[in-house]
């Protein structure tokens, strides 16, 4: 094996290639930017090498500043991941050309496979199944509207050096074709350097497939079964699942045969992946292959318990593949969830910033599920504009698909990430939904599901009994340490009638301590809700206890009267009232609610840690307005639109109560 190889890429995948290089005894260098300098990856590699300024192409786009490192610090082989420099044949022929082993497949392969027109004369070649369409360049708008008629709407444009769901449009009829054309070939220009674009037919509601193949330099290739990435937005992976529901035995073998014919006809020699779209009758075809390790590649890591790193490395050191295809079985199930620094709540737009609490679940075998966490961020990162939004890849694995799902269920339950908006609650729902749990999925999913984005779901009986004892206890809990540091605030410790409210639902209930657990008595129903295993304490976010037998976590965030506390996908405010109060939250008149939209206002009582905006400002939607701590947590409010400061309220180091103007917009 080699005895040190170079990482030419950053963040989770490079931690993801370090750990596989400690595990087999191989030194790594890691090559870094400017916004990488203090990342978690350049802490855990053996040697480092900084190659410039944040953006890629500066950086990690460049293949002279790699290839140096290389001979700096005497690496045999580069590691590409996956984006960047990973499927560039002009990058492996140059590693070659040096003496440097690229742990990839051969660079003709790369070039054959890496760009689609001609990827699709190669399938075709060998048999494989390809979309119905022109396997040719298009030469203009005219041409366009010819071939797409020939085909048939819906027709897909595409660009044939696209990748990472970019250069792609649907037409349905002759106008969109005549708008799309030249947008899809202008994109193309501007993000790959390269205008050819080709036409194929758009299967409707298909599901996205994907065999992951393995090859060695002595003409083995062997098929490591499918994986499906229907859950998609904007033709953009969320989540990820192997084995596919889809398939049947026999479909796969079918789908693994061409994939593996597909990988022979181009002396394929590591590993790669074949894309498919399938329509729900499983007819498959050729969408295309893309020659390098899959972000989503840890799902068939878990069901067939192979590392595809150390697969790669061996493959690239000269070794023959150490098994067949007849000595490979699917083992269980197992899921990924792509967690994004993205607001669900804001229409997923972006939301970069500082990883002010990073509390990911311990990976591992639980009692029913294992969990997986492939993350290149600790607490206190910055995930910064430069690169993908990604913070971690969470997988979970057991023995059946409901298993896998109910165990991502609680994985994202003790995911806890504050600082930035992030799609936790989102990929929740999809977790409790009833159509991702049938399995009837495609890669219209998310917009049949959440037509007009995501806003959080209702809460469940459980859930609302989950939020109120949880709520009853912080309550108590804050009241006991009010009274200890006697500043007066503590209502009676000795008061057992109290009335909850979650959301809409109001509930009067009656609490005890009963030994290790704490009773709530609903008055109404006469269900007594038993908590125990509570672990939480002031200022935490998170917390977990165990209502009846069921184990739960949940977020909490302090706001006015109360708390806002979300599990899973359902978020609500929930307050804790004495009955006297109760009755007067009801008597008091509705209040008018008055027009906010110039506003930004304090959501809690709190302590102004930093004021990040002054009068006259321009801010756009998302942008950090200020940061306030309460309950020893910091919250950050962030602009709802994009709007002009007109004047500040408070300044660092200033209290606010709760619906205190913080800043108003002209
Ligand atoms: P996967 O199929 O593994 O999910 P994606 O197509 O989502 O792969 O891309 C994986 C990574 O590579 C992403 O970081 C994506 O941004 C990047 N990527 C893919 N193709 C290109 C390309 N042609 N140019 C630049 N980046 C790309
Ligand atoms: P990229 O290189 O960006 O990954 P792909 O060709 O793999 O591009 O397409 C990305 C996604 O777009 C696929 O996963 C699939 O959901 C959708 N898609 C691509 N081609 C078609 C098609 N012909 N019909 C329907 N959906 C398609
Ligand atoms: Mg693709």
């Given at each position: 094996m080699f005895s040190k190889i170079l990482i030419a890429n950053r963040g989770e995948i490079a931690?993801?290639?370090?750990?596989?290089?400690?595990?087999?005894?191989?030194?790594?260098?890691?090559?870094?930017s400017e916004a990488d300098a203090d990342s978690l990856a350049v802490e855990m590699a053996d040697e480092t090498v900084f190659i410039g300024p944040a953006p890629a192409n500066q950086s990690y786009l460049v293949a002279d500043k790699i290839i140096d490192a290389c001979k700096q610090t005497g690496a045999e082989a580069v590691h590409p991941g996956f984006g960047f420099l990973s499927e560039k044949a002009e990058f492996a022929q140059r590693c070659a050309d040096e003496g440097i082993v690229f742990i990839g497949p051969n660079p003709h392969a790369i070039q054959a496979m890496g760009d689609k027109i001609q990827s699709k004369k190669f399938a075709a070649a060998a048999g494989v199944s390809c979309v119905p369409g022109h396997i040719g360049e298009i030469d203009d708008t005219a041409h366009a509207i010819r071939i797409s008629e020939e085909i048939g709407y819906p027709v897909m444009i595409k660009a044939s050096a696209g990748g990472g769901g970019k250069g792609i449009r649907v037409a349905w009829n002759r106008k969109d074709v005549e708008e799309g054309f030249p947008a899809v070939r202008a994109e193309a220009k501007g993000a790959f350097g390269d205008d050819r674009i080709f036409i194929e037919k758009f299967i409707e509601s298909p599901r996205h497939i994907e065999?992951?193949?393995?090859?060695?330099?002595?003409?083995?290739?062997?098929?490591?079964?499918?994986?499906?990435?229907?859950?998609?937005?904007?033709?953009?992976?969320?989540?990820?699942?192997?084995?596919?529901?889809?398939?049947?035995?026999?479909?796969?073998?079918?789908?693994?045969?061409?994939?593996?014919?597909?990988?022979?006809?181009?002396?394929?020699?590591?590993?790669?992946?074949?894309?498919?779209?399938?329509?729900?009758?499983?007819?498959f075809y050729f969408l295309e292959m893309n020659t390098r390790l899959q972000v989503?590649?840890?799902?068939?890591?878990?069901?067939?318990?192979?590392?595809?790193?150390?697969?790669?490395?061996?493959?690239?050191?000269?070794?023959?593949?150490?098994?067949?295809?007849?000595?490979?079985?699917?083992?269980?199930?197992?899921?990924?969830?792509?967690?994004?620094?993205?607001?669900?709540?804001?229409?997923?737009?972006?939301?970069?910033?500082?990883?002010?609490?990073?509390d990911p679940p311990i990976e591992g075998e639980k009692a029913t599920y294992t969990v997986r966490n492939d993350a290149g961020v600790r607490e206190g990162d910055e995930i910064s504009m430069f690169?993908?939004?990604?913070?971690?890849?969470?997988?979970?694995?057991?023995?059946?698909?409901?298993?896998?799902?109910?165990?991502?269920?609680?994985?994202?339950?003790?995911?806890?990430?504050?600082?930035?908006?992030?799609?936790?609650?989102?990929?929740?729902?999809?977790?409790?939904?009833?159509?991702?749990?049938?399995?009837?999925?495609?890669?219209?999913?998310?917009?049949?599901e959440f037509p007009d984005g995501f806003h959080g779901v209702a809460p469940t009986a459980f859930q609302i009994d989950a939020l109120t004892v949880s709520a009853v206890f912080m309550q108590r809990k804050l009241a006991a340490r009010a009274r200890q540091v006697g500043n007066g605030l503590a209502g009676p410790l000795t008061r057992t009638e109290w009335s909850v409210v979650v959301g809409k639902t109001r509930r009067a209930v009656t609490?005890?301590?009963?030994?290790?657990?704490?009773?709530?008595?609903?008055?109404?129903?006469?269900?007594?809700?038993?908590?125990?295993?509570?672990?939480?304490?002031?200022?935490?976010?998170?917390f977990r206890g165990v209502l009846g037998g069921d184990p739960f976590t949940v977020d909490v965030m302090p706001a006015a009267e109360g708390f806002v506390?979300?599990?899973?996908?359902?978020?609500?405010?929930?307050?804790?009232?004495?009955?006297?109060?109760?009755?007067?939250?009801?008597?008091?008149?509705?209040?008018?609610?008055?027009?906010?939209?110039?506003?930004?206002?304090?959501?809690?009582?709190?302590?102004?840690?930093?004021?990040?905006?002054?009068?006259?400002?321009t801010v756009r939607e998302g942008e950090v307005v200020c940061v306030i701590e309460a309950m020893k947590m910091q919250n950050i409010i962030r602009a709802e639109h994009e709007a002009v400061v007109k004047s500040v309220g408070p300044k660092a180091g200033d209290n606010v109560a709760a619906d205190e103007v913080l800043v108003e917009f002209v």
């Open positions: 931690v993801r290639i370090i750990k596989t290089c400690r595990r087999l005894g191989v030194k790594t260098v890691v090559v870094y065999i992951q193949v393995l090859g060695d330099k002595h003409g083995h290739v062997v098929h490591l079964f499918e994986r499906e990435c229907s859950i998609q937005r904007r033709n953009q992976k969320v989540i990820e699942e192997a084995p596919s529901p889809l398939l049947d035995e026999a479909t796969r073998a079918a789908m693994g045969a061409q994939a593996v014919a597909l990988a022979q006809a181009v002396n394929y020699d590591s590993a790669g992946t074949v894309e498919f779209v399938a329509g729900q009758d499983k007819s989503e590649h840890p799902v068939t890591e878990l069901i067939t318990g192979l590392d595809l790193v150390e697969q790669m490395m061996r493959s690239a050191f000269g070794e023959a593949l150490a098994f067949a295809q007849g000595d490979l079985k699917i083992n269980g199930w197992a899921v990924e969830s792509r967690i994004y620094a993205e607001d669900p709540y804001r229409k997923f737009l972006p939301s970069i910033g500082r990883l002010v609490r990073y690169y993908d939004p990604m913070i971690s890849k969470l997988c979970t694995w057991a023995p059946t698909r409901a298993g896998a799902i109910a165990g991502m269920g609680r994985a994202l339950e003790d995911f806890h990430i504050q600082g930035l908006g992030h799609n936790v609650p989102f990929l929740a729902a999809v977790m409790d939904q009833p159509r991702f749990q049938s399995g009837e999925i495609s890669t219209n999913y998310i917009v049949d609490v005890a301590d009963a030994g290790d657990a704490l009773e709530v008595t609903l008055t109404e129903e006469g269900r007594t809700l038993r908590l125990t295993q509570v672990e939480w304490r002031p200022g935490r976010g998170q506390i979300r599990h899973r996908a359902a978020r609500e405010r929930v307050l804790v009232l004495t009955p006297l109060s109760s009755d007067m939250h009801d008597r008091l008149p509705e209040k008018q609610k008055a027009d906010t939209s110039k506003l930004v206002i304090s959501p809690m009582p709190g302590l102004v840690v930093s004021m990040d905006v002054a009068a006259g400002q």
